[in-house]
């Protein structure tokens, strides 16, 4: 057999017990609670209103932001690697902002500017557009940064020859660049949407929490903790998770046809 | 111009989303002078708060970088039953709601948790103490050494370790002297992001912790503490420093980032 690591058979001792006791257990633990009701009550807890509510918009505000992200990150990835301009540099390292800044100062930062002493005078502050713009900081790089070496991989021959056999910019760009940067896309804007969904500290701030209006998942989760009603904050917790789970899968299988649109 | 055009959009949305609102968390931060800010982040209490995230971020990043090489390892070189299964799990934080992640480990800990019952019998404290909070931020930021060693351990193949041990070098001497020299810079720019992570962390903390100032509040949590009490100036002061962090973060990253073209 292929020799492991140095550490030998310990490795995957050390591995599988660390990833169990800080991963697995908690996630375990979270299932079990949300069965302890049984089926009518995990059911119950699932689909009270507040709960609902606030997964639609969670759902809703994941989906606009990812689909902004997919336009707009593009357009940044294209910007850095296809132009030329003064702190370009710069601008290329402040894209990973938003994943080192906290997520309690994103939310602050966004009310400064945004909020009711705005110094340009929007005030979006406790209103869904807060949300939308929240989500919009934090997920930006993912786009970005999956956009972004596919972009650089790309042969610059195939749009020149497409170019001279007469294709418009368009006609380049949506036949002959768009389907290399699609898989890229798509993983971006999953991850995105993933990341929105979760998201707590950027939002927990600006909307102002008020059920039915504001109030996304994890807002919701955390308010139920807070006052004491484990089974509810279980049961939409498990939703959370499905829809986590099922995003990885997909970003998995988008990996996976990547690499064989790419061979 | 078409390309003057998509430079424009994507500076202007870098602009409104991103540098617009930072810049002004620091016009808010010194607005009645550098004295009530320089004050707000040298009190006891953020000071501890400050030194409390040091402590956290001090323990979990270097236990999850020994556990990412080790995990890296074992994904790259060493097939095994539950592969998939294995590498779900070290991706989910990235797709997890950090809300989630806190209130798993709160039901694992809890007065009426799994381990609760029997860990206050014992006197330890796990939840609304270090440990716990230890465990949320190693659970959320727990991918990212992994993600950045996998595919240059991928890449780098296994020809040298087999010379090397061909030659008659121990295991041990094959990883210090062959493995680990390749996939140095990749582990380097994984810890930055882990530490990135780790200081960060709001959402998790803030379920496990019960923000207790001047114990359990670590510097995020120490930020909206500040803003919940109406001390604006406190809270963007403490965010200034945060953002300072980032800003640090960033370069480091950019400084790594050229080396065997991690990215």
């Known amino acids: 057999m292929r020799r492991v690591s140095p550490f030998g058979g310990l490795t995957l001792g050390v591995v599988v017990t660390y990833l169990s006791l800080v991963v697995a257990l908690p996630l375990t633990a979270l299932i079990w609670q949300s069965t302890k009701g049984g089926k009518t009550g995990f059911w119950e807890s699932l689909t009270s209103p507040e709960a609902i509510a606030a997964l639609k918009l969670t759902l809703g505000a994941s989906l606009v932001v990812a689909l902004i992200n997919a336009i707009t990150g593009t357009i940044i990835a294209w910007v850095l690697v296809r132009d030329e301009f003064p702190g370009k540099g710069v601008v290329n390292a402040l894209i990973d902002l938003p994943f080192a800044l906290p997520t309690i100062v994103a939310g602050l930062t966004m009310l400064a500017l945004y909020g009711p002493r705005s110094p340009v005078g929007i005030d979006v502050a406790y209103t869904r557009t807060a949300i939308v713009l929240a989500l919009l900081f934090v997920t930006l790089p993912f786009v970005v940064r999956t956009v972004q070496p596919v972009l650089q991989e790309l042969d610059r021959e195939l749009e020149e020859a497409a170019e001279s056999l007469g294709a418009s910019n368009w006609q380049t760009f949506s036949r002959v660049v768009f389907p290399n940067l699609l898989p890229g896309i798509l993983s971006g804007v999953a991850l995105a949407f993933a990341k929105a969904i979760g998201e707590f500290g950027s939002i927990v701030i600006i909307t102002g929490n008020i059920p039915f209006k504001t109030e996304v998942s994890s807002v919701y989760i955390f308010g139920q903790i807070e006052s004491g009603n484990t089974s509810g904050a279980a049961a939409a917790s498990v939703v959370l998770l499905t829809i986590s789970f099922g995003v990885l899968l997909l970003i998995g299988a988008l990996r996976r046809w990547a690499t064989r649109h790419h061979a | 111009m078409r390309r003057l055009t998509l430079r424009t959009v994507a500076l202007g949305y870098l602009a409104l989303i991103l540098l617009g609102p930072l810049s002004i968390v620091f016009w808010r931060a010194f607005e009645k002078g550098f004295g009530p800010a320089w004050s707000a982040v040298t009190n006891p209490e953020a000071m501890h708060a ?214």
């Not at chain 2, 931020?137 to 950045?148: G, K």
Request: glycine share 8%; net charge neutral.
């Open chain 2, 50 to 263: 400050f030194k409390l995230t040091l402590e956290i971020t001090a323990i979990a990043v270097p236990a999850n970088t020994i556990f990412g090489v080790l995990c890296a390892l074992l994904i790259v070189r060493h097939p095994f039953p539950g592969k998939g299964l294995l590498n779900a799990l070290v991706d989910l934080p990235l797709a997890l709601s950090p809300i989630v992640v806190g209130f798993a480990l709160f039901l694992l800990y809890g007065r009426t948790g799994w381990f609760g019952s029997w860990l206050s019998a014992h006197g330890i404290h796990v939840l609304f103490a270090m440990p716990s909070m230890i465990l949320a931020t190693a659970f959320v930021s727990i991918p990212f050494v992994v993600r950045e060693v996998v595919p240059v351990l991928r890449e780098i193949g296994t020809d040298q370790e087999q010379a090397a041990e061909t030659l008659g070098a121990s295991q041990w001497q094959v990883f210090r002297r062959v493995t680990f020299p390749a996939i140095r810079w990749a582990v380097a720019y994984g810890v930055v992001l882990t530490t990135a992570r780790s200081l960060g962390e709001y959402g998790a903390v803030s379920v496990v912790s019960g923000r207790l100032a001047g114990q359990t509040e670590t510097a995020t949590l120490y930020v909206s503490d500040r803003y919940e009490n109406f001390d604006i100036v406190g809270a963007y002061a403490a965010s200034v420093v945060l953002a300072l962090m980032a800003i640090a973060v960033l370069i480091t990253m950019n400084l790594l980032r050229p080396k065997e073209g991690v990215h």
